[in-house]
Nanobody
Framework: QVQLVESGGGLVQAGGSLRLSCAAS????????MGWFRQAPGKRREFVGT????????YYAASVEGRFTISRDNAKNTVYLQMNSLKPEDTAVYYC????????????????WGQGTRVTVSS
């Protein structure tokens, strides 16, 4: 069992930055690929990015490529999402997720989910 707790959301102006954190319980964090997803009001949850077990490989949705960066610290059981040059369309609840054994880009591939943290970007 893995429990995930996101933090770091809030209100930011367009062009600003935020860093989200996702703290994981358990001793096998390094066995899980991690992903970030988001869900805007009235929309389906969408993929944001994912990171490999070691943190060496990352992959992003086209909408955030070049603006968002995922990293992880396996010693701290934490994954991060650095969000720069934020736009109003980035407003959403952001979720982290864990997938045993590797990365993935689809919701259904993940085994565990956090409760989400809200990000609001004002224009």
């Amino acid at each position: 069992q893995v429990q995930l707790v996101e933090s770091g959301g809030g209100l930011v102006q367009a062009g600003g930055s935020l860093r989200l954190s996702c703290a994981a319980s358990g001793r096998t964090f390094s066995s899980y690929g991690m992903g970030w997803f988001r869900q805007a009001p009235g929309k389906r949850r969408e993929f944001v990015g994912t990171i490999s077990l070691s943190g060496e490989i990352t992959y992003y949705a086209a909408s955030v490529e070049g603006r968002f960066t995922i990293s992880r610290d396996n010693a701290k059981n934490t994954v991060y999402l650095q969000m720069n040059s934020l736009k109003p369309e980035d407003t959403a609840v952001y979720y982290c997720a864990a997938r045993y054994g590797g990365m993935a880009t689809t919701n259904g591939s993940y085994d565990y989910w956090g409760q989400g943290t809200r990000v609001t970007v004002s224009s």
